[in-house]
Structures are given as structure tokens and as C-alpha cells.
């Protein structure tokens, strides 16, 4: 074709004008609308939303309908990026007007990313923006067009669809510890999109963080009408992203865990709404670690599992085949405050972020409840460690492995569930087995058991109580439970504790123990507050009770004293106790006693009561709490070799107080073999001698009756052996009170009270009858002999003497001579009386008395008055012999006034007084006058008793010099001291 100018110029005007038209199209398509695009975008950033935009390219194709927009970024005013992509591209497309829709070949967005930041509870990156466009719109008045009844969606097609995000940056500035991540890539695909009628289009969608989580989606969707089908899946750790994001609500890091779940989904929508169905999900958590903000473990759990599940809507099904949960790890702590770990997971100080909004409960009654049913739920392989830190010596207790399986659950009416649990717990077991209805809980029916449970586990408990050690111990129990609801459960058992060996720490001797408790047929039903029992039989137990040498029992030795506390709260009634209902009535149908022994010592006693009881057996019958029929009692066991015990009566088991009476009797007791206890009480052998104890103790609404008698035949002690700790007493001075001329000791000692009295305490058996009377003789021996000689006084055996003096004043010659009375009677025993001086206070006397010698030289009868002028004048020459300061007119002046009447008066009595002081400091004193002083003091005393009775005189003795502390009444006491005659 021959293109020249000329032919061109022949060619039709028309051709000219549409090559002209296609040329300035051409012009407009590619140069104009991209920089009208760039500019209007450009503009309308910057005046409505405050943000500067920055454009790499626009083109567009004004023959294909594309538009390309490539590497757009907007800066907020501070030139920071909040958002861009790599490009935009939307390619319309001419069919349009075949298929009377908006059609497009391609919509990309691609490239994606943004920065979004929350700085407080309402303010964020997009709600800035919003309200940036909101404040610069323009104020129109424009009228709303009527809303037209046949609106539709709009009719629209996309062939494909592709967004992408590269990433979003996410900043939350609203925790205290502010929160950061990413998002990306994300993409999102759609095929064949159309809103056009019954036409579907197939889609795609995919999503990571950071962290790794990820998210997919395929399928389809339609939109007249309604519907889609795919498929979704999720994976990664999402669990520690969101512990990261609520770290300073939650007490608790989670540092690993993966979730997963895919499942596939219907929607369809018909003339009866929309349904929903989500079928074939599997879901999975695997590997999920929890620690607490200290990194103490909390929680681990190896996997959780659920397959093929399916959910139905709005039927408002659930079916859930299998769950399992797999080899998980629980650690319990209770810390030094009594406060659970796991009751501070989360942090209730954290302030809420909105006002909480009360939920508000649906209104219609009508509305289907779900019906979720389940197979299977299943935890295997758990462990629970329990530390306990609240108690003295903390508790650490491994529950493991844990095996629970529950069968056959589902939220219908009246459906029955099976549970089978199997724990384990150190080298024993707790196993489980039962049926019950949970829609409503009802009907529950199952057997229990525990075996071989070692009781050492309660031992830190135990050490917060008393010092002993439970060694061993096994708890067995064999029970079934029954009950039609849950607040009518009764149970029925056996239980057994066999092995039982406890020890005292301090001693470390056997406490308690036993071969087998078996407490046999045991019926309960708190609902009736009613506990029945067929029998108790306790087979070859041993126990130990000792009275020690400080006449503390095993009981007080082994009790840990109580944490005192500050304040202790007054017990006020309350109406739970007035209305709590009747007591528990409890019946036990016997209490077997078989092949036992025991151990019973009092070390208190100056001769030590020391038995074992071998082959102790007996019962008691019938026991029952609603009853006031006593029990009988019938016990019988071998005291040593020879001897024997035997306790008889009846007594009302529940409150002994109320109506008892029991004789409990020794017969034919050896002393000697008391010895070795003797001796390490109080260094003292037991020659020979026999024991007989009577008992019988009688209470009737708590006021008690006690008849103790104490018989000794021919006690003897043996020789004194050198014991480290042992009591020195006086033994052989209390038995020569006690022994009467045939070598018979005998005691009665009658106790009454009122045993509900806390002030009251039941005497003890022999040892501490023995205990109250020997010990007071020991410790105050002139007490028994004041009550020899018929004395009212109590202190018999201390004379008083004034300082400086050795003149016995009436009153204390009355203890002398009641003292000499008691002698004549105990002819073995000796008088020791000391030659006691206080250096201070007779000092001073000594030296007093050697002052008035001088003043009588001086000023004869007159010196007894110190204002006479005479005795003034003797003090005064003395005061200047002596060269004394101050001066005499240094003195006199101190103690001179001015009268009323303005004249200088002095106080002549202490002027003289105070002279006299001074004179009294400056008198020689030697320690051979103190000493002299002392022994007159003794010698006086023994005097008056000989004057009384010369018979006595064998019987006293004078002990040493004693230098001693005055005492209130700043008089000098000389103690004497009893002793047996040797």
C-alpha cells in the first residue's frame, strides 16, 4: 500500500477525523489518565486523610482497559510509612456489555503492607484515618434517593482475583508492656467471582505470622443464592503469640505449642434459612509448655487429639468421635501463704480495658439446645506433681500415671456415661469405675478402690503437728458408691491400714504401730449424717506412753507447739451451726483388740514406775453415738514377767465424761527392774521391792471420782552411780518420811474435779500419784515437817536475822522450836544450818555500830539525839579529823533556807544526818568481823533448839560460811538444810 502524503490526502475526511480521534485517545488513555489518577490520588490523601503519597509509575491502556499502579507508599505527617503495595492492576473488560455485568479479567493487588499502631483504648491508626476523612468532607445537603424494594447486589464479574499482603506491622501500645508482630504473607485468590444468579466461583486464601502460624482456605463461593463449600486449615503456634500479646494479664508464659485444625464446611442457603455443616474436623495441640512468669513449670501436655468430628447448624449437632488427650504434665504448688499456683495465672490488678457489659440472657424459651455426643474422652499418661511450701517441711507428692476414660457422653436427657479412672500415686494406686446419668447428674452406681497407698506421703503434713515419723504404712480400701442423686450418695467398705510403724524423733523409739487395722463393713450416708461400722479389729499393735523425768508426757513431748498469733477472732454463733442439723450418728458393732502390747513408764518419779505389757487382748462391745448405754469393757494383758494388768467397766465411748467407770489394777509388779530408769533419773539402783496399784476412776456429766491407791512393799534403793543429767534428790529422805516401821509404803490419793473445767487435769496413773507426793517432799521437805509439828508455817526452814545482828526475834524462835519438835520425831534425819552474811547491809551495821561507840565516848547518853549540841559538836570534831570534804561550811550551807520572815535557818537534823553518813563510809571494817558475825547467827539458832531439846544436839550440825543477798525487807536469812543421818 502506498502510504505517501499524497494518499494519505486522498483518503476520506472520516478516516482522517478517527485517526485524529484514536490519536487524542491514544494521548488521553496513556499519558492524561494516569496523571489525572496520580494527581487525584496524590491530592485526595493529602487534604482528607493528612497523608503524603508517593507513586513509582501509573499506566494504563486505554484499549485494553488495564490500569497498572506500581510501588505506591503513604507517610503519616511525621514522614513515618503507614501503608503501600508493589502494585495494582485491574484489567476491565468490553464483554461487559454481553453479559449486562461489570466484568474484569484481573484485579491484583499485590505487595501489600502497612504499619498499625493502637495507642490507647480508643484511639488507633484507622480510626485516625477515619476521622481525618470524616472532619474534611464537604458539607452537602443532598437528598437521600427512595429506597427502591427491588434493589439487588450489583452485577458483577471478576475472572480472578489476587491480594496479597507482604506483611502488616502491628503495634498495640495499650499494654503496659507494649505488644508487636507481624502479619504475611497473606493471599487471597477468587476464580470466576460473579454475583450473578446460581453462578459459583472458586477461592483461595492463605495467611502466616512471624512466628510461623499459618492459615488456609479453598472453595467457592455463590452468592445468589447464598453458598459455599471448601476446605480450611490452621497450624503453627498461635498460643505463644497470644500469650506475648495478654503478658500482662496472664501470670504465665506460653513458650511452645502447636495448633492445628482442618475441616471442610458447606453453606447453602434455602427457603428455611441458611445451613451450615462442618464435617471431617481433625484438630491437634501438640507440644504445649507453660511455665510461670519466674519460669517455674506450670503445664505441659504432649498432644491433644480430635478426629472426624462434625457440627450441624442450625440443627445443633455436635458429634465428636475421640478426644484424647496425651502425656500431660501438671505441676500444683501451694505456696509459704497458702495461695495456689494456679490461682494466679491470671492478673486481677490488670485494669479492664472497657466497661464490662452484663451478658444479656436470651429470651426465648423455645430455642433447640445443642446435642454434642462424644464416643470418647480420654486422658492418658498424665502426671500431676504437687509441691506443698505452706507447711513446716514442704510436701512434694507425684500423682502418676493418670489414665481417665469417659465413654459414651452426650448432653441428651438421661443419657448414661461410663467413667473408668486408674491413678497412680508412688508405688500404689486409686482406681475408679462407675455409670452415671449427667443430663441431669443421677442414678450414679461404681465401685472404688485403693491400694497399697504408703502413708509416708502425709508425713510433711504430719511434722506440722508432731515430731515423729510415720515409717511405714499401707492404705487399702474396697468400696462401692451408690445414689440417685448427687446429695444422696452413699458408700460401702472395707478399709485396712496394715504396716503402721511410727516413731518419736527425739527418742527414736517406736511410737505406735501395727500389724493390720481393719475396720470392717463400713456403711455411709451424709445425707442422713449416718456412718455405720460392723467391726474394728487391731491385730498385734504396740504402743508407747512415758511420763518423762521433767514430767512431760509422750504427748506433750511429741505435739508441736502452735504458731502464736496476734490476734485471735471471737467466735461468734452463727446461723450455719444453729441450723447445721442433727450430729452424725455413729455405730460400731466392736473394737477388737488382738496380740497388742505396750509400753508405760513414769521417769518423773524419784523411784521410776516402768512396765511392758506383752499379750494384750480384749473388747469393747457396741458403741453407738445416739445411744447412752455404756460400753463394756474387758482388757487383759502380762505386766514383765510376772505381773499383771487387768482394766474392767463400762465407759460411754463417745464422751467418757458422761457416765463411766473403770478398775484398772497392777498386781505383783517387780520394782527392781526399774533400775535402769532409776538410774537415769536420779542416779539411783533399786535393791528390792514390790508394787500394787488400785485404780478406779468414776465420772458421771463430767464431775469425777478418782480412788488411786499406791502400795510399796520393802523398797530399797541401791547405790548412787554417777549419771550425766540425772535429777540429785533426796530419795532416801523421802522414803525415811514416807516408810512406816514395817518397810510398808502406803498412799491414797482421792482425786475430784470436774473434768470440763480446762483448768482441771485428770490425775495419772501411779507414776504421777507417786509424782505429787514424793516430789513435794523432796523439793520442800520443812513443809512436811511443819505439818509433823502441827505448824501452821510454811518456811520453817529459813530464819530471819536485822542486819548486823544475830538476835533471834520472836517469831522466828516460834519456827526453831516447831522445827526442834519434828527433829525429835525423824531421829535419821540431820540438821544442817548455815553461817550466812550479806556484805553490804551488815557491813554497813558493823561499821554503824563502831560510829555510835565513838559519839557515846564523845557525848555520852546524848549522842542517841544528833541535834543535841553535844553529839553535833562530836560529829563536827570527828568530820574534821578525818579531813573529810566538802567542808563543814560547804555543808551547812547546802542545807540552809530562808524563812518566811527573810532569816537564814539551817536544818539542823540533816545537816547532822549527812555528817553522820559520811563518818559511817569512813569506820574500818575486816572480813573476819562479817565472818564473826555469821557464825553467831548459827550458833544462836542451834542453842535455841538444844535449850528446847538436848536430845537433838546428834542431829545438828553447822554448815559453812555463805556470803547471801538480803532480801526485801533487807533482813539476812540463815537456810537450813535437812538431810538423812548417816
Known amino acids: 500500500m502506498d502510504n505517501s502524503p499524497k494518499q494519505l490526502a486522498k483518503m476520506p475526511k472520516r478516516w482522517k477525523w478517527l485517526g485524529i480521534i484514536l490519536s487524542l485517545y491514544a494521548l488521553a488513555g496513556f499519558l492524561l489518565v494516569p496523571w489525572v489518577i496520580s494527581t487525584t490520588l496524590t491530592d485526595l490523601t493529602q487534604k482528607r486523610l493528612q497523608l503524603t503519597s508517593h507513586i513509582e509509575k501509573v499506566r494504563f491502556n486505554p484499549f485494553t482497559f488495564t490500569l497498572q499502579i506500581d510501588q505506591l507508599v503513604l507517610q503519616q505527617p511525621d514522614g513515618s510509612e503507614f501503608a503501600g503495595f508493589d502494585k495494582l492492576k485491574v484489567n476491565f473488560q468490553t464483554t461487559s456489555l454481553f453479559y449486562w455485568a461489570w466484568s474484569f479479567k484481573e484485579v491484583h493487588l499485590l505487595g501489600l503492607h502497612s ?177 510461670s512468669d519466674n519460669g517455674e513449670p506450670l503445664y505441659k501436655l504432649k498432644s491433644l487429639a480430635v478426629s472426624n468430628a462434625i457440627v450441624e447448624w442450625p440443627a445443633q449437632r455436635a458429634h465428636i468421635p475421640d478426644i484424647a488427650l496425651n502425656n500431660g504434665e501438671l505441676w500444683v504448688s501451694k505456696h509459704s501463704d497458702g495461695i495456689i499456683n494456679l490461682t494466679q495465672l491470671i492478673n486481677t490488678e490488670q485494669p479492664s480495658s472497657a466497661p464490662t457489659e452484663k451478658p444479656t440472657q436470651a429470651t426465648s424459651e423455645s430455642s433447640t439446645p445443642w446435642q454434642v455426643t462424644t464416643h470418647k474422652i480420654s486422658i492418658n499418661n498424665w502426671q500431676v506433681q504437687f509441691n506443698d511450701n505452706s507447711i513446716g517441711s514442704p510436701a512434694s507428692i507425684l500423682v502418676g500415671p493418670i489414665n481417665i476414660s469417659a465413654k459414651n457422653i452426650g448432653t441428651q436427657a438421661n443419657q448414661l456415661i461410663g467413667i473408668d479412672a486408674i491413678l497412680g500415686i508412688t508405688e500404689g494406686s486409686l482406681s475408679l469405675n462407675t455409670e452415671l446419668q449427667i443430663n441431669p447428674v443421677a442414678n450414679i452406681a461404681g465401685t472404688y478402690s485403693v491400694d497399697s497407698i504408703p502413708l509416708q506421703l502425709i508425713q510433711p503434713y504430719l511434722a506440722d503437728y508432731a515430731k515423729v515419723e510415720l515409717q511405714t504404712g499401707l492404705l487399702a480400701i474396697q468400696g462401692t458408691l451408690e445414689g440417685e442423686t448427687p446429695t444422696a450418695i452413699t458408700t460401702r467398705a ?32 451424709p445425707h442422713n449424717n449416718e456412718v455405720n461400722i460392723a467391726s474394728v479389729a487391731l491385730s498385734e499393735m504396740y504402743a508407747d506412753f512415758v511420763i518423762a523425768a521433767d514430767s512431760t508426757t509422750t504427748i506433750d513431748r511429741i505435739m508441736v507447739e502452735a504458731k502464736s ?44 514406775f516402768d512396765t511392758h505389757i506383752t499379750k494384750l487382748h480384749g473388747e469393747l462391745s457396741t458403741l453407738a453415738s445416739a445411744s447412752t448405754q455404756p460400753s463394756q469393757l474387758s482388757l487383759e494383758g502380762q505386766v514383765d514377767e510376772y505381773g499383771l494388768m487387768r482394766a474392767n467397766g463400762y465407759l460411754s465411748a463417745m464422751d467418757p465424761t458422761k457416765n463411766s467407770d473403770i478398775k484398772l489394777v497392777f498386781r505383783n509388779v517387780s520394782v527392781p527392774s526399774f533400775s535402769p530408769y532409776s538410774i537415769k533419773f536420779a542416779g539411783r539402783e533399786v535393791q528390792s521391792g514390790k508394787l500394787d496399784l488400785n485404780l478406779e476412776y468414776k465420772l458421771n456429766d463430767g464431775k469425777m471420782q478418782a480412788n488411786n491407791n499406791v502400795v510399796l512393799y520393802d523398797l530399797a534403793l541401791g547405790k548412787k552411780l554417777d549419771q550425766p543429767g540425772a535429777v540429785d534428790l533426796p530419795l532416801d529422805l523421802a522414803l525415811a518420811l514416807l516408810k512406816d516401821g514395817n518397810g510398808k509404803i502406803d498412799v491414797d490419793l482421792p482425786i475430784t474435779g470436774d473434768v470440763n473445767d480446762p483448768k482441771f487435769g485428770i490425775g495419772k496413773v501411779a507414776g504421777q500419784a507417786i509424782t505429787r507426793l514424793i516430789t513435794n517432799i523432796v523439793t520442800s521437805p520443812f513443809k512436811l515437817l511443819a505439818s509433823l509439828a502441827g505448824s501452821s508455817s510454811e518456811d520453817i526452814g529459813n530464819i530471819a536475822f536485822d542486819a548486823g545482828s544475830s538476835n533471834i526475834t520472836p517469831p522466828e524462835l516460834e519456827k526453831i522450836y516447831a522445827l526442834t519438835k519434828a527433829l525429835a520425831q525423824r531421829p535419821n534425819l540431820q540438821l544442817s544450818i548455815g553461817a550466812a552474811f550479806e556484805p553490804k547491809l551488815d557491813g554497813r551495821a558493823l561499821k554503824a555500830k563502831k560510829l555510835d561507840a565513838l559519839l557515846i565516848a564523845e557525848a555520852g547518853e546524848n549522842s542517841k539525839v544528833l541535834t543535841h549540841p553535844k553529839t553535833l559538836r562530836a560529829l563536827e570534831n570527828l568530820y574534821k579529823q578525818y579531813r573529810l570534804e566538802p567542808s563543814l561550811n560547804v555543808l551547812e550551807q547546802s542545807h540552809t533556807k530562808q524563812s518566811q520572815e527573810g532569816k537564814q535557818t539551817v536544818d539542823t537534823l540533816a545537816y ?49 560460811l555463805e556470803a547471801v543477798k538480803a532480801t526485801k525487807q533487807k533482813q539476812i536469812i540463815t537456810e537450813l538444810e535437812i538431810n538423812v543421818k548417816k
Do not use: C
Open 115 to 291: 504499619t498499625i499502631e493502637r495507642q490507647n483504648e480508643i484511639d488507633n491508626t484507622l480510626s485516625t484515618l477515619a476521622q481525618r476523612w470524616q472532619a474534611s468532607a464537604e458539607q452537602q445537603q443532598t437528598t437521600a434517593p427512595p429506597a427502591n424494594a427491588n434493589d439487588t447486589l450489583p452485577r458483577i464479574r471478576i475472572s480472578d482475583i489476587q491480594f496479597s499482603i507482604a506483611r502488616i506491622d502491628l503495634l498495640d501500645q495499650v499494654p503496659a508492656t507494649p505488644f508487636a508482630t507481624q502479619l504475611g504473607p497473606i493471599h487471597f485468590g477468587v476464580s470466576d467471582f460473579s454475583t450473578l444468579p446460581n453462578k459459583t466461583g472458586k477461592q483461595e486464601f492463605s495467611f502466616a505470622t512471624e512466628q510461623g502460624a499459618k492459615l488456609s482456605w479453598s472453595g467457592n463461593i455463590s452468592l445468589a443464592p447464598l453458598a459455599s463449600e471448601g476446605s480450611v486449615a490452621i497450624e503453627g503456634p498461635y498460643l505463644p503469640l497470644i500469650s506475648d500479646y495478654l503478658q500482662d494479664t496472664l501470670n504465665f508464659k506460653i513458650l511452645a505449642g502447636d495448633f492445628d485444625i482442618d475441616f471442610n464446611y458447606a453453606i447453602a442457603e434455602s427457603s428455611n434459612g441458611i445451613n451450615v455443616t462442618i464435617d471431617k474436623i481433625h484438630a491437634g495441640l501438640h507440644n504445649l509448655n507453660l511455665v
Open 912 to 960: 547532822a544526818n549527812q555528817i553522820k553518813n559520811k563518818l559511817i563510809d569512813q569506820q574500818p571494817l575486816d572480813q573476819i568481823e562479817l565472818h564473826t558475825l555469821a557464825k553467831a547467827r548459827a550458833q544462836v539458832i542451834e542453842n535455841a533448839i538444844t535449850e528446847k531439846n538436848i536430845a537433838i544436839t546428834k542431829q545438828i550440825q553447822l554448815g559453812e
Open 565 to 608: 498469733t496476734n490476734t485471735e477472732p471471737e467466735s461468734t454463733p452463727s446461723a450455719t451451726d444453729e441450723n447445721s442439723g442433727p450430729p452424725m450418728a455413729l455405730t460400731i458393732g466392736k473394737i477388737e483388740i488382738l496380740q497388742s502390747a505396750g509400753h508405760f513408764a513414769d521417769l518423773s518419779l524419784p523411784l521410776p
Open 494 to 525: 472395707d478399709l485396712q491400714i496394715s504396716q503402721l510403724n511410727i516413731i518419736e524423733n527425739v527418742t527414736n523409739t517406736r511410737l505406735l504401730g501395727w500389724n493390720e487395722l481393719n475396720v470392717n463393713d463400713v456403711y455411709a450416708a
